[in-house]
């Protein structure tokens, strides 16, 4: 049984910087995926990124582009979710995904994932 766990949501100050991270158990990083997602109070869930490891590919909300950064450690299972320079829009209850296959083209499709955390809230506030 596949289970996901994120953990590293905080209160942080606007610029301010956190990891978020999302152990997996029971899955394998040969070709699949795990996405981040986030859901704002009152907002749909957006994706945040899509990342293998296998073939070393990442896409980025464009919002987030070079201020988060993905990054798998397969020997601990984990992946990691860097955020820099933090906004207030940024607060949000972010959660990991996994699914099978590479990231596709269309990568931001929440129903393409089967494995869902419980979600870690990122509030930006000062």
């Known amino acids: 049984q596949v289970q996901l766990v994120e953990s590293g949501g905080a209160l942080v100050r606007p610029g301010g910087s956190l990891r978020l991270s999302c152990t997996a158990f029971?899955?394998?990083?040969?070709?699949?995926?795990i996405g981040w997602f986030r859901q704002a109070p009152g907002k749909k869930r957006e994706a945040v990124s899509c990342?293998?490891?296998?073939?070393?590919?990442?896409y980025y909300l464009d919002s987030v582009k070079g201020r988060f950064t993905v990054s798998i450690d397969t020997d601990k299972k984990t992946t990691y979710l860097e955020m820099n320079e933090l906004k207030s829009e940024d607060t949000a209850v972010y959660y990991c995904?996994?699914?099978?296959?590479?990231?596709?083209?269309?990568?931001?499709?929440?129903?393409?994932?089967?494995?869902w955390g419980q979600g870690t809230q990122v509030t930006v506030s000062s």
């Open positions: 990342t293998s490891d296998t073939d070393g590919v990442t």
């Open positions: 995904a996994s699914e099978g296959g590479f990231c596709p083209p269309v990568w931001y499709k929440e129903g393409d994932y089967s494995h």
């Open positions: 029971g899955w394998t990083f040969d070709y699949s995926r």
